[in-house]
């Protein structure tokens, strides 16, 4: 019913003491009940008060509707839903349960459902109370922010426990979407004044809130499907009034099990609704538990207002988010970084030199596909004018290794270094110029020495997809590609950018500080990254000039590949078998992809050309070239225009396979196959390049054309 035929003016308000003060606590002001009552809604509340609905507010007034008893916030409304919305959550859960390796997080959001919860004791402003505000907000900053943020797509997920005396797990495993706000709102108190008003009575019947068994079955959830690049949260809120206090040492052993487990890949965060005067202490133990077994770990305290609880939210969607990036970006759980890591920038000291003596070179064979002892300096310096005159003085090898104690740069898991060849254990016996020594920056992988670079220790094992073979490999396809850039209009033999991947080697050095009394280093040339800017033209996950989106889970597109693989028999796939060129191959590019437009040719068509044209071309190039075998991408490092022909220097690629036998990761774990592929295209527009370069012609010489040619270059008798 409308109050529109009544004046504002002429409507008397008396206010009790109890509806001013809620409405100055809640900031709504005098004039908001005038308006409501002229233009709002009213229908009956409980015993013969009125609600009176405005502007997202409602007011319960007296029988006469001239005094306010109090005022809040409507409930958040339902999102509108239909079949398809239905259908396409229902596939997605269906998918990520048979490839879970498909997601990009998990978080598991507990709520205090007890009594005392539905009580005034620690209301929470605009709330009615702290059970109403847990599930608004949870579905309000969590869900809907996250979707009109783009920060949450359908690879991520959620679950949902309830608990009081026991937990209930009421939602699982579901993907971030409308649907899901609606059920975390239908979670909300709908009980009556005068049930809410006994519900604390229900505590003291069946207990109050026990932690423990709701910690162990999140602990549960979120171990389920669990795979190494999935980013973990859990989000936990109560009122602190806890029946199981007095075993906080219990409560913290999960919590640190977890933590231990998951390590840096997991935040947890606490929210304990009420005053200073309230009892918080599990509520930081659980916190405190995770930051001390390696997690993330974090404790806020919503007192009235619920600004806290927007803060908390956010903090852990932005801590969820930097795992989750970290992680696609090649970070793994449970390593450990190392300490001593000391950068350049942070020291007066620019260079801090540690001498090493050179045990053995190692080279990547892409024949024999191992790494083989080699005479030759480090590929490095290999092929400098300075090495040439070296060679016809007959010089030896320098017999040292100066490595700079403070590093110069860092990566998802390699820590760069400075190095010097030397003919002495001192800077006066510096030769050739300076190169990169990489290494790993966790512990537990620093200690593995040669392993990180697929060297065995005792053998030269079969190299399966390591770094030196994966830059090898690109390498090639960057040469293939250099040489059908001859064709385009106007291809200058001087002025047309060329792509390089940077060549490298593995030194055994002798360290006597060492585990086993060596250190192994990748060693490849160091760039001029004083003058020429760093870049990262893009990554394996769909980034484009430094421009990152989350992506969608193409659910159509995996399903059909599921349906492939099941399809076919594969059988048993020996560790070092390749893929026939015979089988099938991925079908990732749509046709508005690789489709070319007649291209006008301009007397000078590249004016208007960036190396990011070029690069985003290779990466589609390397795709057509393979018969949509190989992609690759991940590409960063420097446009260096002091070379004839400018060169886009390039290192630490990462490789996307198509296997056409069901193998997964073949180049490592950045190796997404042809998901990584479709991610590629989803946000790949072609190039000038891409049009010139007519990117379509079948090659099915490619695989052995590599080796070959590779290996011809660098004098391996094959």
């Not at 958040?76 to 498909?102: A, H």
């Not at 290996?711 to 391996?716: D, T, V």
Request: hydrophobic share 35%.
């Amino acid at each position: 019913m409308s109050f529109g035929s009544k004046k504002t003016s002429l409507i008397t308000i008396l206010s009790s003491e109890h509806g001013r003060l809620r409405r100055e606590q809640r900031d709504i002001d005098k004039r908001d009940l005038q308006k409501a009552l002229k233009h709002g809604t009213r229908e009956r509340a409980w015993g013969q008060r009125w609600k009176v609905e405005y502007d997202g507010i409602s007011f319960i007034t007296d029988p006469s509707t001239r005094r306010e008893v109090t005022a809040f916030p409507s409930p958040l409304p339902n999102v509108p839903t239909n079949m398809d919305m239905i259908s396409e959550s229902m596939k997605t859960k269906l998918l990520l349960e048979q490839r879970p390796d498909l997601a990009t997080s998990h978080t598991v959001i507990v709520i205090d459902n007890s009594g005392s919860m539905l009580s005034k004791k620690n209301d929470i402003y605009l709330y009615r109370d702290s059970q109403n505000a847990a599930f608004s907000f949870t579905a309000l900053e969590f869900v809907a922010e996250q979707i009109f943020n783009n920060t949450a797509v359908n690879s991520d997920l959620v679950s949902l426990i309830k608990f009081s005396d026991k937990p209930s797990v009421e939602l699982k495993r579901e993907p971030i979407n409308w649907l899901v706000y609606n059920k975390i709102l239908a979670h909300r108190n709908t009980e009556k004044f005068v049930d809410r008003k006994n519900a604390p009575y229900h505590d003291m019947i069946f207990g109050q809130s026990n932690f423990l068994p709701a910690l162990k079955k999140a602990r549960e959830l979120l171990q389920e499907y669990h795979h190494d690049q999935l980013a973990l949260s859990m989000y936990f809120f109560s009122d602190g009034q806890a029946s199981d206090s007095n075993r906080i040492q219990q409560m913290k052993d999960v919590v640190s099990e977890m933590a231990e487990e998951f390590k840096e890949t997991l935040t947890v965060n606490t929210v304990g609704l009420g005053n200073q005067y309230d009892d918080f202490t599990a509520l930081l133990a659980i916190a405190d538990a995770a930051k001390s077994a390696g997690a993330k770990g974090a404790f806020e305290r919503c007192d009235h207002t619920a600004n806290s609880i927007s803060s908390s939210i956010s903090s852990l969607v932005t801590s969820t988010t930097e795992t989750r990036l970290a992680l696609q970006e090649g970070r793994r759980k449970g390593y450990t970084q190392r300490t001593d890591l000391v950068s350049e920038k942070e020291t007066s000291v620019k260079t801090n030199w540690e001498f090493f003596r050179i045990d053995e070179h190692f080279i990547y064979n892409p024949t024999s596909k191992k790494f083989q002892i080699s005479s030759w300096l480090p590929l490095a310096v290999a092929f400098s004018p300075e090495t040439k005159q070296r060679d016809e003085e007959r010089k030896p090898n320098p017999p040292h290794l100066a490595i700079n104690r403070n590093y110069l740069g860092k990566g998802a898991e390699r820590v760069a270094f400075r190095c010097r060849l030397s003919e002495l254990d001192n800077p006066h016996g510096f030769v050739l110029g300076e190169m990169i020594a990489k290494e790993t920056k966790d512990i537990e992988r620093f200690a593995e020495k040669r392993d990180f670079h697929e060297v065995s220790i005792s053998t030269f094992q079969h190299c399966r997809a390591g770094f030196a073979q994966t830059q090898d490999f690109a390498n090639y396809l960057a040469a293939q590609f250099n040489k059908h850039l001859h064709g385009i209009p106007s291809y200058s033999q001087t002025k047309t950018p060329q792509l390089r991947f940077l060549s490298c080697s593995v030194l055994m050095l002798a360290d006597s500080a060492a585990s086993g009394g060596y250190r192994a280093v990748l060693v490849e040339k160091k760039l001029d990254t004083e003058r020429f800017q760093w870049t990262k033209w893009n990554d394996n996950n769909g980034m484009v000039d430094g421009e990152r989106r989350h992506m969608h889970i193409d659910v159509d597109f995996e399903l059909k590949q599921l349906q492939k693989e099941e399809a076919q028999d594969l059988g048993a796939i020996a560790e070092g078998d390749e893929d026939s060129e015979e089988e099938s191959v991925s079908d990732v590019e749509s046709m508005q992809d690789y489709e070319h437009e007649d291209a006008e040719v301009h007397q000078n068509p590249f004016q208007d050309i960036n190396p990011s044209d070029y690069l985003q071309a290779f990466t589609h190039f390397t795709y057509r070239f393979t018969n949509k075998r190989v992609m690759v991408c991940d590409l960063q490092g420097v446009f260096n225009t002091d070379m004839v022909p400018p060169t886009i220097e390039l290192t630490d690629p990462a490789i996307h396979y198509a296997s056409s036998k069901g193998r997964r990761m073949v180049y490592g774990r950045t190796d997404k196959g042809k998901t990584g592929m479709n991610t590629f295209f989803k946000t790949h527009k072609c190039t000038k390049i891409c049009k010139y370069l007519q990117l379509s012609a079948r090659n099915k010489k490619w695989q052995n054309d590599w080796r070959q040619e590779s290996a011809r270059g660098m004098n391996f008798h094959t």
